[in-house]
């Protein structure tokens, strides 16, 4: 694994369809779900240091897509997709 990941690659870590959906809920998952910040510098693109991506997947798990209906999902008529506290935090959130 490289050492510095741009954002299609934090996407495909995480299981999100798109660099362009990883982006949208980065702001979220920085505040609420204290997901790493990427590297300090002027320049695009943005950077993830890797290690600190791969361990908060492993504590957390991965994000649950927002497609979801958390209706649907509460049923148990949808598979869980994430696991970890990620997926425990968006049960709670929508329960």
Known sequence: MRMFLPSAAVAELLG???????????????????????MPHS???LLWKADEVQAWI???GRPLPQSI??????SGKVALIAT????????ARTA
């Open 16 to 38: 999100l369809p798109s660099p362009a959906a990883f982006l949208a809920r980065r702001d979220t998952m920085e505040g609420e779900q204290l997901f790493p910040l990427p």
């Open 43 to 45: 320049r695009r693109p």
């Open 58 to 60: 492993d504590r957390n």
């Open 69 to 74: 209906d958390p209706d649907l999902l509460a």
């Open 84 to 91: 970890g506290r990620a997926a425990l935090h968006e049960m």
